[in-house]
């Protein structure tokens, strides 16, 4: 298994550039989750989905929208990209259990908005 | 809305010292997890604990969950190089909604 990969791994946008972001898992995961991270901010939950076709916000949801086609894929879009986006994109995927998620990380993607 | 706040931000210790790293809030948590982070990659889940008191045991790391289930602590035995990284605690009152604490970043010195 691949487990969660995402591409790509680095990126450099233009101020109002629009992007996705690609995210998918070959483990049957039903849970998956975008979290983005900053310097002395941990993790922030940006959109979150628990199967095909249902997400939901997280934390810090303005800017980006997320669908969910299929079970194994998860893309973040941003819509016009500003600097303050600027940060470290985590995809994670679950499995759906009862009570508790137990997440795996993709590698991450880098992306500098200038 | 709910905050995990760690302690300390950074450590750096000289090998073979112990050391504990806190996570605390004002919320009630149904499960709480500890991960690590290497540079450039992304967080590896370590543990999960559920129950108020409990106590797991990995290898040399040991985790507890306040009895509120409002709280956690990690403490590494005897640490080691390899044992340096980011240190993240994440909970949730729910089952997916999982907020992530600022991390404990440890150096651990040969």
């Known amino acids: 298994n691949a487990g969660v990969t995402q591409t790509p791994k680095f990126q450099v946008l233009k101020t109002g550039q629009s992007m996705t972001l690609q995210c998918a898992q070959d483990?049957?995961?039903?849970?998956m989750s975008w979290y983005r991270q900053d310097p002395g901010m941990g993790l922030r939950l940006i959109h979150y989905s628990v199967g095909a076709g249902i997400t939901d916000q997280g934390e810090v949801p303005n800017g980006y929208n997320v669908s969910r086609s299929t079970t194994e894929d998860f893309p973040l879009r941003l819509l016009s990209a500003a600097p303050s986006q600027t940060s470290v994109y985590f995809c994670?995927?679950?499995?759906?259990?009862?009570?508790?998620?137990?997440?795996?990380f993709g590698p991450g993607t880098r992306l500098t908005v200038l | 809305t709910q905050l995990l706040e760690q302690s300390p931000q950074f450590l750096s210790i000289q090998e073979g010292e112990n050391l504990t790293v806190y996570c605390n809030s004002s919320?009630?948590?149904?499960?709480l997890q500890w991960y690590r982070q290497e540079p450039g990659e992304g967080p590896v889940l370590l543990v999960t604990?559920?129950?108020?008191?409990e106590v797991k045991k990995l290898k040399r790391l040991t985790f507890q969950f306040g009895d509120a289930r409002k709280d956690s602590s990690l403490h590494i035995t005897a640490a080691q190089p390899g044992d340096t990284g980011l240190y993240l605690c994440?909970?949730?009152?729910?089952?997916?909604?999982?907020?992530f604490g600022t991390g404990t970043r440890l150096k651990v010195l040969a």
């Open positions: 604990v559920v129950t108020g008191g």
């Open positions: 994440a909970a949730s009152s729910g089952t997916y909604k999982y907020i």
């Open positions: 994670a995927s679950s499995p759906g259990l009862a009570g508790v998620s137990l997440w795996s």
């Open positions: 919320s009630v948590f149904s499960s």
């Open positions: 483990m049957n995961h039903e849970y």
